[in-house]
């Protein structure tokens, strides 16, 4: 975007608290609150390539590979760090005045009847001659919680990545919105309408990456998403209520929704390539080192380079020799969040599934994420993927680093 709009004041984008309106309050989610994806404050594409710091970083050799062992019971994740195991909407939507609070968070976590709860940045915004509710959200965590038909449609996610405009169905059909279509967002700001899909969440008028939500000035943690039983649903909502305090809203979300899949349009050029064999792999074989993993990885992304994979791979697990969990409940040699697994994991090794703790899977799986971010671009594009795969300017500089060090030990 050309120009940063206006930070719309929280009182205005809070005003009236109305769900089921077009002006109000909306709500929405970030997937994991024990994974907090904050994402860049200042867009990485603008700004200017950084030299890589560390020219001289040290590398790992590469160890020999071997069929990757099942992870022990120890290794499992909690109930409270897990992603859902498919796409599950969500049965609760609380909106309170303000950002919630830790403590507020951590009392609803603990309510009996909540399986898992996600918080997320929203707000009312001016959208051409309309004011709509926009969820801000990142789209590989997010990805889980939408309707199966939607969390289906890559294009969906791949342009909400790109930072674009997803239109719930409804409301592209209310405000005649045109797909690919550019309108303002305020402040001098425009968004693209990217797709229209059935996301099924009251209030909700479309979708937005954080790093959009932010310059749009949306409210950060305002809402919270809630996974319960149905028959507990209203008993969990009104304890909820009582938690946020005066103001807030609980919306039970219906047990059925008829789901029909979005509506993409043609998308730019700059998208996930497609990979070799059946739709959700990448074949890459069993090679005999993590040196040759990485090698073969690499073209599941053509740009990329090979030693950016080695690099991530020495950087989160020593290349498998520390396959965690971590503290934030990342998995396996490439250190996955299991959302963003359920949203890029392939079947690297022909084995019939995408196993997040098999190097033979998490390598490539990590060079199709990097590539549906820009990593095969170079320059600012690859500083941003990295960045993607860990929201720290420090670790693109070491990861970076460290590649440098590669390519030049085994030029």
């Known amino acids: 975007m050309s120009h940063r709009p206006r930070r719309v004041p929280p009182r205005a984008v809070l005003a009236g608290l109305a769900l089921i309106t077009a002006l109000g309050v909306l709500a929405g989610s970030a997937f994991l609150i024990l994974h907090d994806a904050a994402g860049d404050p200042?867009?990485?594409?603008?700004?200017?390539?950084?030299?890589?710091?560390?020219?001289t970083a040290p590398v790992s050799p590469f160890p020999v590979l071997a069929s990757a062992p099942s992870p022990s019971p120890s290794q499992a994740l909690s109930p409270q760090a897990s992603a859902p195991t498919g796409p599950t909407p969500p049965r609760l939507i609380a909106v309170a005045r303000e950002k919630v609070s830790e403590t507020a968070l951590r009392e609803i976590a603990a309510l009996r009847g909540v399986t898992n709860m996600a918080v997320a940045d929203g707000g009312a915004v001016?959208?051409?001659?309309?004011?709509?509710?926009?969820?801000?959200?990142?789209?590989?965590?997010?990805?889980?919680?939408?309707?199966?038909?939607?969390?289906?449609?890559?294009?969906?996610?791949?342009?909400?990545?790109?930072?674009?405009f997803i239109a719930e169905s409804r409301t592209a059909g209310r405000y005649m919105l045109k797909l690919g279509g550019e309108y303002e967002a305020?402040?001098?700001?425009?968004?693209?309408?990217?797709?229209?899909?059935?996301?099924?969440?009251?209030?909700?008028?479309?979708?937005?990456?954080k790093e959009v939500g932010r310059g749009l000035g949306l409210v950060p943690g305002v809402a919270i998403l809630v996974h319960t039983p149905a028959s507990k649903a209203a008993s969990v909502g009104s304890r909820i209520k009582r938690l946020l305090g005066s103001g807030a809203q609980v919306v039970v979300i219906g047990a059925r929704r008829a789901v029909t899949a979005p509506t993409p349009v043609a998308r730019p050029s700059t998208t996930l390539p497609p990979v070799a064999g059946r739709p959700g792999t990448a074949l890459v074989g069993r090679p005999g080192s993590y040196l040759d993993l990485y090698k073969l990885s690499s073209g599941v992304c053509p740009g990329l380079s090979w030693t950016v994979l080695a690099a991530i791979g020495q950087v989160e697990s020593?290349?498998?020799?520390?396959?965690?969990?971590?503290?934030?409940?990342?998995?396996?040699?490439?250190?996955?969040?299991?959302?963003?697994?359920?949203?890029?994991?392939?079947?690297?090794?022909?084995?019939?599934?995408?196993?997040?703790?098999s190097p033979y899977d998490a390598v490539p799986s990590a060079a199709r994420y990097l590539c549906a971010n820009g990593g095969g671009l170079g320059g600012t594009k690859l500083r941003s993927a990295v960045f993607r795969y860990n929201h720290?300017?420090?670790?693109?500089?070491?990861?970076l680093g460290i590649a440098g060090s590669y390519a030049r030990a085994y030029a």
């Open 392 to 399: 720290s300017w420090d670790y693109v500089d070491k990861v």
């Open 318 to 357: 020593g290349h498998g020799r520390n396959n965690g969990p971590s503290s934030a409940g990342a998995l396996g040699p490439m250190q996955f969040m299991p959302a963003t697994w359920k949203a890029y994991g392939v079947d690297g090794d022909g084995d019939g599934k995408a196993d997040i703790w």
């Open 186 to 209: 305020g402040g001098g700001s425009r968004l693209r309408v990217a797709a229209s899909a059935p996301f099924g969440l009251p209030g909700v008028d479309g979708l937005v990456t």
């Open 42 to 55: 200042y867009g990485a594409e603008g700004t200017p390539a950084a030299d890589v710091r560390d020219l």
């Open 126 to 164: 001016r959208f051409s001659a309309a004011t709509l509710n926009l969820l801000a959200v990142d789209p590989a965590e997010y990805r889980p919680w939408a309707p199966t038909a939607v969390a289906g449609q890559p294009e969906v996610w791949d342009a909400l990545e790109r930072g674009e």
